[in-house]
């Protein structure tokens, strides 16, 4: 097990539903060291890759890809989620459902901060069914951008996202890759990496 | 001037009706080494704090904590905001006002993440009116908790919220106070500090 799945499984909490709960170190109390951590591993994963800006989406994504960013030594535009399109300036518009939150949302990221000469590392805390991450992939494809990576915290192996972003040929690194869970022991099982 | 109020006549854009942008590196694009050059700040003005967690708003904020709690040694509690209170768990709530959305929000903290053993400072990006900042001191006295202080990047010192906090005795420390503006000129004028 890597340093994350250590965590999760010390401190993470399985609740019915295959809902796993990790708010007292990644997305509601986050630990900065456990993000350097992570920001170090993906330095080591993406070093061959020419990234220049990191792209995240509010509100969870923006401490672990802030923390991440130090080791690329490049800036970090977050995705924006809005009821309505903002017409008060010029945006790269994505729709994203949220299951957790049962809703549409639209993201936006304004077209100042993002065009061609953009080589993207895309982070995000969560990958499930994969809805924000084609939503922030879309957004860099509109930009003209190159996604050169996509570097995730705790992917759900058992739902499709990640499947479907391989398959797409993304070069996709999840820190720990959940494959089941027992709401009753506690017990999560993680993916061999 | 110091690094900031350097940054804000750089690359800062005035608009009409008092409105600042600082979107390029502070609330959409974010840059990591001026949040870093933040983090040392505010290290050394609360340098004399017993300060063990930080405490901030989503979104624009979490960035920016998460950046100064590198330089604390101390983990990120973000407040989140929800239009219905969270029935799901034990949560401290509070209201406030949001003049750029026009509306009212729920700002909830687990009570798992903040107690009496808690000595807060408080990270935001802006400050005006002020209800954001009282919303989060709300929720820290709710749990019992120290706000040590507070440190917020831009003040707009014509606006009254700054003028409360110091008033009830909060050490608050903003790194740049904007007295006025000219959207014609593009003048920002600075608080002598």
């Known amino acids: ?8 499984v010390k401190d993470g909490v399985v609740k019915e539903g295959n809902i796993l709960k990790v708010d007292s170190f990644l997305n509601h109390q986050m630990d900065i060291n456990l993000f350097d951590q992570m920001g170090e591993e ?4 993406f070093a061959d890759k020419p990234i220049n800006k990191i792209v995240t989406i509010e509100a969870s994504g923006i401490g672990i890809a802030c923390i991440v960013a130090r080791h690329f030594g ?13 017409i008060d300036g010029e945006v790269y518009v994505a729709e994203v459902e949220s299951f957790t939150h049962k809703c549409k949302n639209q993201v936006i990221v304004s077209k ?8 993207v590392l895309v982070i995000d805390d969560f990958l499930a069914n994969g809805c924000a991450l084609q939503g922030l992939i879309s957004i860099v494809a509109q930009a003209g951008g190159t996604v050169e990576g996509i570097g995730i915290a705790v992917e759900k192996g058992f739902q499709q ?8 040929g993304y070069q996709l690194e999840s820190l720990a890759i959940v494959e089941g869970m027992d ?11």
């Open 1 to 8: 097990m890597n340093f994350l799945e250590e965590r999760i």
């Open 42 to 45: 993906f330095k080591r994963r």
């Open 74 to 86: 490049v800036p970090v535009v977050f995705a924006k989620k809005t009821q309505s399109v903002n």
């Open 112 to 119: 100042k901060f993002l065009g061609p000469d953009d080589h």
């Open 161 to 168: 996202g990640g499947r479907i972003i391989r398959n797409l």
């Open 183 to 193: 709401a009753e022991t506690g017990e999560v099982h993680f993916r061999e990496q």
